[in-house]
């Protein structure tokens, strides 16, 4: 049974930093294309940032270039998503995804909200 559960939101003002942990059980995780989404009010869900299961080779979407670093450990079965700089537009809903066999998987979320 494929488990995600996200930890690590929080509330920071603009420029601060956090670090996102996802914990995942159930699936073969080192195998794993693993992803960050948001979800912010009333907007859709976005990839914000994705990591291949070899070489560890990440992908960002331009809204969080040259400001989140995603990155995985594959002996704690862990993806992070450390973020800084962090501004308003950065406050949703942050969902840890993999896929497994053509069926998405999701953690809970965990909240962030930026704001002076």
């Known amino acids: 049974q494929v488990q995600l559960v996200e930890s690590g939101g929080g509330s920071v003002q603009p420029g601060g930093s956090l670090r996102l942990s996802c914990a995942a059980s159930?699936?073969?995780?080192?195998?794993?294309?693993m992803r960050w989404y948001r979800q912010a009010p009333g907007k859709e869900r976005e990839l914000v940032a994705a990591?291949?299961?070899?070489?560890?080779?990440?992908n960002y979407a331009d809204s969080a270039k040259g400001r989140f670093t995603i990155s995985r450990d594959n002996a704690k079965n862990t993806v992070f998503l450390q973020m800084n700089s962090l501004k308003p537009e950065d406050t949703g809903v942050y969902y840890c995804?993999?896929?497994?066999?053509?069926?998405?998987?999701w953690g809970q979320g965990t909240q962030v909200t930026v704001s002076s």
């Open positions: 159930g699936f073969t995780f080192r195998s794993s294309v």
């Open positions: 995804n993999t896929v497994r066999r053509g069926e998405n998987y």
């Open positions: 990591i291949t299961s070899v070489g560890s080779i990440p």
